[in-house]
């Protein structure tokens, strides 16, 4: 399999979701999770029809993002946790950060997109299994947190992302999903506001994901295949 029948791939089980769901399939973002990948096969993803690319380190999307700087219709996304000291390069490179997780963070992109006239987008990430070993806000602390970053004057919050906890069985995924999406109903109810995306769903159990509302699906191995150990 190539990364084009991959992609390919996962494109038709989208619009099987989709359908089973009475969604619009082009609702949803395919967002190609490339961490670890060479810019070679960015680029054969980018040929399949990709145009959202998800970086999990700065550092590494930093330099990936410079290589293909001539690619100027990619999207590129930091899904990966990001540390403080950071934000300014994440900020300066990246148009969408899916890992906004505590008010520190919230200060620093705020200040650091306002020194660049940005406003930056983001989405909130919960930990909605709350495991230790995950980044996230809890689900009980996500209103304090959302409120408190909806009034920072260059962050702009378009949605909720979560990684659930890994089970092989997909179907267990779904509670996780459904509470993502309540959460968020419940925000944009409580402040009046649109919150339009939900970023959910991997390899192994985006087709759920997308039957559960999700508008951005982070895919690495179906389409690249197994990552090498780093
Ligand atoms: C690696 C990664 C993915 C994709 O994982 P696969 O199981 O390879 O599809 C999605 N989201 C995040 C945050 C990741 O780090």
Request: proline share 3%; hydrophobic share 35%.
């Amino acid at each position: 399999m190539t990364i084009k029948d991959n992609v390919e791939k996962v494109k038709d089980i989208v619009n099987k979701a989709a359908e089973k769901s009475g969604r619009n399939p082009e609702d949803i973002i395919i967002l190609a999770a490339s961490k670890t990948q060479p810019v070679e096969k960015i680029i054969q993803a980018y040929n399949a029809g990709i145009r959202y690319f998800g970086e999990n380190r700065v550092q590494e999307g930093m330099k990936k993002i410079d290589q293909l700087k001539n690619y100027t219709d990619i999207h590129w996304h930091l899904i990966g946790g990001l540390q403080t000291n950071k934000a300014k390069y994440a900020v300066r490179y990246f148009e969408m950060i899916h890992s906004l997780d505590r008010k520190q963070l919230a200060d620093e992109i705020d200040k650091r997109a306002g020194k660049i006239g940005k406003k930056q987008d983001v989405l909130i990430e919960v930990n909605v299994g709350e495991e230790e070993s995950k980044y996230g806000v809890k689900p009980s602390e996500l209103k304090e947190l959302f409120e408190y970053s909806l009034k920072k004057e260059n962050i702009n919050i378009l949605g909720l992302m979560c990684i659930p906890p890994y089970i092989e069985d997909k179907e267990k995924s779904r509670p996780y999903f459904v509470l993502l999406r309540k959460l968020k109903e419940n925000l944009q109810k409580e402040f009046g506001v649109t919150l339009p995306h939900l970023s959910m769903g991997m390899s192994h159990d985006f087709d759920v994901a997308v039957e559960e509302g999700a508008t951005i699906v982070r895919i690495g191995t179906a389409i690249f295949g197994e990552r090498e150990a780093p």
